[in-house]
């Protein structure tokens, strides 16, 4: 009976270490699915939060059953400093919808984690990525955000007026700047239809553009003066504008500054038929509009391309994440997969994968395929992005735009107003140096 007892007692033992051993195993599972919580912010619309969230659960169905999502979103007021008090407590979400005007400062300060060694070992998958957009998130040579959209400056124009005076515009942006004011004024004495003036909402893009084309930056890499000393680009910024104007051949300055919506514009309402715009606003003012438009490189010149790619936002990931592999693999999902562009539709912008760009051509309106067609034709005709305003530009572009107003306006003359730029701009500069 003894033995019998014995055999007994070491058999419940050897069952009770089994049943301990898949209780802690389950248990293991169970703490380790719970345990990968990343947390996600991002700043947008109701449209965006919606599309957002159904890309993460896909991501779940798809990628990772393991991983739950913790979402922060709102608007963009308070979006920056709820991310401020985060990182003063070493407390930032593990992926953060990122911002061109503030990576550099979040890079400074050692808060967001290098994503260079991800695109090497296959997590980010970055071949169907152009250089530059990948440069556009990058600092010092390492890779810190990953662009969830691109934008690129453009020529806006109604195709009907063009072919009704016999002018073709070259959608390559193989023109000059004089063919750019010939063809504006040739199709204005076919059609007595005007032109809109370029940029006059902030012109100092405008500036960037031709400054660019000569090889210069607008702003020194220390962001402590203007990047070029020569009056006469801002001469000859201005005079594109003036020169036009004057000859009737443009919208006068009052008659844009009395619109203030886009479905007010003098375009939209075919008071003019070709302007300046920026990409990611085709498809509203397209919409707005109800008739066909199209979009042209603007004109080229000097020593390199003026036109750069810029990012809408990006996602980068907090140097203080503990899950920073898992976070990589859910922004290269957003990268690209198709399934996921989707659902998300470009609403961040034109994905900078020229696959998922294919994949998801005809699931989006014909205004949005188009811009797709032109960022396409943008990343062959451009070059890397300049580094992000420093302190205090933006007080230097309302500065140019006070400048440019009073030019138009003809109060002062382009000479003088470049004069006053320079001094001005470089003194506002080296005041907010830090």
């Not at 990343?38 to 159904?54: C, E, F, N, V, Y």
């Not at 300046?276 to 498809?283: A, E, I």
């Not at 859910?330 to 020229?354: H, M, Q, W, Y």
């Not at 067609?373 to 500065?399: F, H, M, R, W």
């Amino acid at each position: 009976m003894k033995k019998f007892l014995s055999i007994l007692f070491a058999v419940l033992f050897l069952l009770s270490c089994v049943l301990t051993t898949q209780i802690k195993t389950s248990q293991t599972a169970l703490g380790s699915s719970q345990s990968i919580k990343l947390r996600i912010a991002w700043w947008g619309s109701q449209t965006r939060h919606d599309r957002t969230q159904k890309v993460l659960e896909l991501y779940r169905a798809k990628v990772n059953r393991k991983v739950s999502f913790v979402t922060e979103f709102g608007s963009w007021s308070g979006y920056w400093d709820k991310l401020t008090t985060q990182a003063a407590a070493k407390n930032l979400p593990d992926i953060i919808q990122m911002d061109y005007m503030y990576l550099a400062q979040y890079v400074q300060k050692g808060l967001l984690a290098d994503l260079t060694p991800h695109t090497k070992n296959g997590i980010l998958n970055l071949k169907d990525v152009s250089d530059a957009s990948i440069k556009s998130g990058s600092i010092g040579g390492k890779i810190y955000a990953i662009s969830l959209g691109t934008n690129a400056l453009a020529i806006i124009y109604d195709p009907t007026v063009a072919k009704k005076a016999g002018v073709k515009i070259p959608e390559d942006g193989n023109w000059s700047w004089n063919d750019y004011k010939e063809i504006i004024k040739k199709v204005y004495q076919k059609t007595k239809i005007r032109a809109d003036l370029a940029l006059t909402a902030d012109p100092k893009f405008l500036l960037e553009y031709y400054v660019r084309q000569q090889g210069k930056s607008l702003y020194k890499p220390d962001g402590t003066s203007l990047g070029f000393t020569q009056e006469k680009f801002i001469v000859d910024v201005f005079n594109i504008n003036l020169e036009l104007l004057k000859g009737g051949y443009t919208a006068r300055p009052d008659e844009v500054s009395a619109t203030s919506t886009i479905e007010d514009s003098l375009f939209v309402k075919g008071k003019t038929w070709i302007g300046w715009t920026w990409s990611n606003m085709f498809v509203a003012t397209a919409n707005a509009a109800k008739r066909p438009l199209a979009l042209a490189l603007p004109p080229k010149g000097g020593k390199r391309p003026g036109l750069y790619l810029k990012p809408s936002q990006f996602f980068s990931v907090a140097a203080t994440s503990k899950y920073k592999n898992e976070a990589a693999k859910v922004i290269n999902f957003f990268t690209n997969s198709v399934e996921a562009n989707k659902i998300l539709l470009a609403e961040r912008g034109v994905p900078i994968s020229s696959k998922v760009r294919e994949g998801i051509k005809n699931a989006v309106e014909p205004a949005v395929r188009q811009t797709f067609d032109y960022i396409a034709l943008a990343e062959k005709n451009c070059s890397p992005i300049d580094p992000p305003d420093p302190p205090g530009g933006t007080e230097v572009g309302q500065l140019f735009k006070d400048l440019y107003d009073q030019v138009l306006y003809g109060q002062i003359k382009p000479e003088v107003a470049a004069k006053m730029f320079i001094q001005k701009a470089n003194q506002i500069l080296m005041r907010n140096k830090k």
